[in-house]
């Protein structure tokens, strides 16, 4: 299983309820599943997207470092965070580049968006945003684009589109080639049919 959604589900002692199964999991979702602790979360060593919306969750980050070191993308929208020591324990979460914390406490704190960037500097997007107010893109290969195409000149598939041109012009040639080939091929069989007619005649 690479992709598990537990929305609404609710939990009943307020804990992740998964065992050690579960390690292929890419992506796991429980908004609204009524946590309010991630102790008992299980190691997931490919998790890179994790949505945990609206629940009660007011701590015990620091779980995540250890059990989900891969993870890129954290959703603790609508839960009970209220101070910047709380997400200071992401800061060992190397891989993370966008937090979203929209609705929570937390926001309402005086300079919120400068403290998170300044603490967890590995971030790129908080609630949506980077820190130069720039929206975060809707799909995960546009996040790939953000992060990993700067380095290159040109826009990505930039060489593919130059591979298509040099191949169609290839193809052009290579028909030019067989037309006339053929058309040679035609000239000699009209060659010998008109023997072979002579002949017969």
Same mark, same amino acid.
């Given at each position: 299983?690479?992709?598990?959604?537990?929305?609404?589900?609710?939990?009943?002692?307020?804990?992740?309820?998964?065992?050690?199964?579960?390690?292929?999991?890419?992506?796991?979702?429980?908004?609204?599943?009524?946590?309010?602790?991630? %102790?008992?979360?299980?190691?997931?060593?490919?998790?890179?997207?994790?949505?945990?919306?609206?629940?009660?969750?007011?701590?015990?980050?620091?779980?995540?470092?250890?059990?989900?070191?891969?993870?890129?993308?954290?959703?603790? %929208?609508?839960?009970?965070?209220?101070?910047?020591?709380?997400?200071?324990?992401?800061?060992?979460?190397?891989?993370?580049?966008?937090?979203?914390?929209?609705?929570?406490?937390?926001?309402?704190?005086?300079?919120?968006?400068?403290?998170?960037?300044?603490?967890?500097?590995?971030?790129?997007?908080?609630?949506?945003?980077? @820190?130069?107010?720039? @929206?975060?893109?809707?799909?995960?290969?546009?996040?790939?684009?953000?992060?990993?195409?700067?380095?290159?000149?040109?826009?990505?598939?930039?060489?593919?589109?130059?591979?298509?041109?040099?191949?169609?012009?290839?193809?052009?040639?290579?028909?030019? @080639?067989?037309?006339?080939?053929?058309?040679?091929? @035609?000239?000699?069989?009209?060659?010998?049919?008109?023997?072979?007619?002579?002949?017969?005649?």
């Amino acid at each position: 299983v690479a992709e598990l959604v537990l929305d609404n589900c609710r939990s009943v002692d307020g804990e992740i309820g998964l065992n050690d199964s579960y390690k292929a999991l890419e992506f796991l979702s429980m908004a609204n599943a009524e946590l309010k602790s991630l %102790s008992k979360l299980p190691k997931l060593p490919k998790l890179r997207k994790l949505e945990l919306s609206d629940n009660s969750i007011s701590g015990g980050l620091d779980v995540l470092a250890d059990r989900c070191p891969n993870l890129t993308y954290l959703n603790l %929208s609508g839960n009970k965070i209220k101070d910047l020591s709380t997400v200071e324990a992401l800061t060992n979460l190397k891989n993370l580049k966008s937090l979203d914390l929209f609705n929570c406490e937390i926001t309402n704190l005086e300079n919120y968006r400068q403290s998170i960037f300044r603490r967890l500097s590995h971030i790129i997007f908080l609630d949506g945003f980077d @820190e130069q107010d720039n @929206e975060a893109p809707d799909s995960e290969e546009d996040d790939e684009d953000y992060e990993y195409d700067d380095d290159e000149a040109g826009p990505r598939g930039s060489e593919e589109d130059e591979d298509e041109e040099g191949a169609s012009d290839l193809e052009e040639e290579e028909e030019e @080639e067989v037309g006339l080939s053929y058309l040679m091929k @035609e000239d000699i069989h009209d060659e010998e049919d008109d023997d072979d007619y002579v002949e017969d005649g």
